[in-house]
């Protein structure tokens, strides 16, 4: 068991707030990924928990016992750094040992513990190896190996792959989650990238300016958004917004009148708006379809063909809206196209940035890690649901 | 282009061999002339005092050398000096790295402090710490030993080699502390925080972490130092004048005594192609150490 509970933590560094009150609750072998732009402060968060750095204010709770106190080496953490922090002088076993060895752990006892991990990994062949002589996914292997080792009850990865190229990336972040299953750990998470984000968390923690905007699943942050911040950095290619403005609002949702003047009814609860806020619609680019008779219209100015999907990137009056569409278009730049979107999956927030609730839950919006999992294999015991 | 790699050496046209000509020639006027002199005059009779024995000598001059105790008591007395002050400075100055790396008020003024002894001139430092420091009535030093009841110590006569290596290592500390905080500074912070997550305290970072990657700063440090060292000249004739008896006589004092004091050249030159050797042999035991530091 290890769970983690942050209570009201805030970190200021001199008279700058850089994390400003964030309550948390990480699960037992839960996969949790801190996501957000440069200077967002997941990794000063990442390092108040792992005990580099001291909070301000509030409680860390580990377990359910107060850690605020408590040295980096004895909260039961190991942490992998985005530089992977390797010694380099000692030897691939060296460094996987070097927790062991300065508790004096004897040399077999060490030996056997680093060939444990040694295997999960493949770096037997490494293991008299120095860091130089390793390549990069190499050397992230050995950070990782290290902190297995330590036998953790909580795993902390600060951007672990971003040194990595992007075949590299996409293997590691497989060997990551096969990780995750194999020890049952918790995990926590930094990224600043968003399909790591998406493809390997259960619980996806998204931070701005110091301040949590949402927690959720994967799903529900891409298909319910809390605010226009997580709409616009949740998804990719990112999230078109436009002003609207409303014409009624009704039980089946708002209708708004759409640049260009057509209506469109977006099923999400307008009940508090004032009559007169300004709304704006946000639709991802995978929303909007190529159509003839659509609402809207605009002239393509970019095309990037991808093969199987076309990026179009349309100018719409001062915006550039960006649409995903099907492989086989034969537009060229420059030509002017009429497109409508799926109300059903547009997005309304009010002037405060704040999404309009909707009207229903996407059916995929609950779905975690484990569901993917049980679908193709009999459900675990206890799984979560 | 005419271009070509080998030994005909003609880039675009012009012989390369008129464009290394000045350096070479300068080398060969900087070093081998009077390399080649000092030899030549170690063969010779060439006493001042005595112009009309001339000569050549054969090995006279290297047979009454190294059969003169004063030779091998000034080889130890280099190796003794040369040995504390790398010990103290390199020790001294790694401490005083970490030391300067830690937060603290005021790191600019600290550290041009710390650094300022290694601009004083050898002469100038070596008359402060003898008028000054180590006086024995006006000393700061008696001063001290005086307010605490102890008798005060005449540094010069009763310990001159210590007193002349605690000179010596007062000017170089600054060298060393300056090389191994430039080398602290490069040090990657992260290590140092994954060690602690690792369960690494103070000692242990500095022992596991800290040393191993100041080693090869270390060893430059050593590898310039025992150049200027070797060959430690001032602060002894401004001090001791290598005194009291022999005590503080290194061989360059030595050779200066010959060739200054008694006036023989010939014997001053046999004693400078031997410093030349035992310097060889001291630096080639130094650069192996330093160049297997240097490969890992």
């Known amino acids: 068991m290890a769970t983690l509970q942050l209570k009201n933590i805030t970190k200021q560094f001199g008279d700058t707030k850089v994390i400003k009150g964030i309550d948390l609750d990480v699960n037992d072998r839960e996969f949790v990924v801190f996501v957000g732009p440069s200077g967002c402060g997941k990794s000063t968060l990442m390092r108040m928990i792992a005990g580099l750095e001291s909070a301000s204010d509030g409680d860390i709770l580990i377990d359910g016992k107060r850690m605020n106190e408590v040295g980096p080496a004895d909260r039961g953490l190991a942490m992998v750094f985005q530089s992977y922090a390797l010694y380099p002088h000692m030897t691939v076993e060296g460094n996987m040992g070097f927790s062991m060895r300065l508790a004096g752990v004897p040399k077999e006892e060490r030996r056997a513990k680093v060939l444990e991990a040694a295997k999960i990994l493949q770096l037997e062949p490494l293991l008299d190896r120095k860091p130089k002589a390793l390549s990069g996914g190499q050397r992230q292997r050995v950070a990782i190996g290290r902190a297995i080792v330590r036998n953790p009850i909580i795993f902390l990865f600060d951007e672990p792959l971003s040194n990595l190229d992007a075949a590299l990336r996409v293997q590691m972040r497989i060997e990551l989650a096969r990780l995750h299953e194999e020890l049952d750990a918790t995990m926590i998470y930094v990224t600043h990238d968003q399909i790591e984000a998406m493809t390997m968390a259960d619980k996806i923690v998204v931070l701005h300016d110091g301040v949590v905007e949402q927690v959720g699943s994967p799903m529900a942050l891409y298909h319910h958004p809390r605010n226009r911040f997580v709409a616009g950095f949740i998804g990719s290619p990112k999230m078109n917004f436009f002003s609207v403005e409303q014409q009624s609002i009704g039980d089946d949702g708002v209708t708004v009148r759409l640049p260009g003047g057509r209506p469109c009814t977006i099923p999400v609860a307008g009940e508090q708006l004032a009559s007169d806020e300004a709304l704006e619609l946000g639709i991802r680019p995978e929303h909007l379809q190529l159509d003839e008779n659509g609402p809207l219209s605009g002239q393509i100015k970019v095309l990037e063909r991808l093969g199987g999907q076309n990026s179009l990137y349309v100018q719409m009056g001062e915006l550039l809206i960006t649409i995903m569409a099907d492989g086989d278009v034969a537009y060229r730049v420059n030509d002017t196209v009429q497109f409508g979107l799926a109300a059903e999956r547009a997005h309304l927030f009010d002037a405060q940035g704040l999404a309009l609730e909707s009207l229903s839950q996407h059916p995929l919006a609950s779905l975690t890690r484990q569901d993917n999992r049980a679908a193709t294999e009999p459900a675990a015991p206890g799984a979560q649901v | ?296």
């Open chain 2, 1 to 296: 282009m005419n271009r070509t790699r080998a030994s005909g050496r003609t880039v675009g046209g012009l012989r390369t061999l008129s464009l290394q000509a000045p350096a070479v020639t300068l080398l060969l006027l900087w070093m081998i002339v009077p390399l080649g002199m000092t030899i030549w005059f170690s063969f010779q009779r060439y006493n001042l005092l005595m112009p009309e024995m001339t000569g050549f000598a054969g090995l006279e001059n290297y047979e009454y050398l190294l059969t003169d105790p004063a030779l091998w008591s000034a080889m130890g007395t280099t190796l003794l000096l040369v040995g504390w002050v790398l010990v103290i400075t390199v020790v001294g100055g790694t401490l005083l790295a970490v030391l300067f790396q830690q937060d603290f008020a005021g790191p600019g003024i600290a550290r041009v402090l710390a650094i300022s002894p290694f601009f004083v001139m050898p002469t100038v430092s070596a008359l402060v710490w003898k008028n000054m420091m180590m006086h024995p009535s006006n000393g700061v030093l008696a001063w001290l030993a005086q307010s605490l009841g102890l008798p005060a110590l005449d540094w010069f006569s009763s310990l001159p080699l210590t007193s002349i290596i605690i000179i010596v290592s007062w000017q170089w500390l600054p060298f060393a502390l300056l090389i191994l905080l430039t080398a602290m500074q490069s040090l990657d912070e992260d290590q140092v925080e994954a060690a602690r997550m690792d369960g690494a305290g103070p000692l242990a970072i500095f022992f596991f972490i800290t040393l191993p990657h100041l080693k090869r700063a270390i060893s430059v440090v050593i590898m310039i130092e025992m150049i200027f060292l070797l060959t430690i000249f001032a602060e002894i004739f401004v001090t001791t004048s290598g005194g009291p008896g022999l005590a503080t006589t290194n061989l360059a004092y030595l050779i200066y005594i010959q060739a200054l004091l008694d006036f023989d050249v010939g014997m001053a030159s046999a004693g400078g192609v031997i410093a030349i050797i035992f310097a060889h042999i001291v630096a080639i035991f130094l650069v192996r150490m330093v160049a297997k530091n240097l490969e890992d």
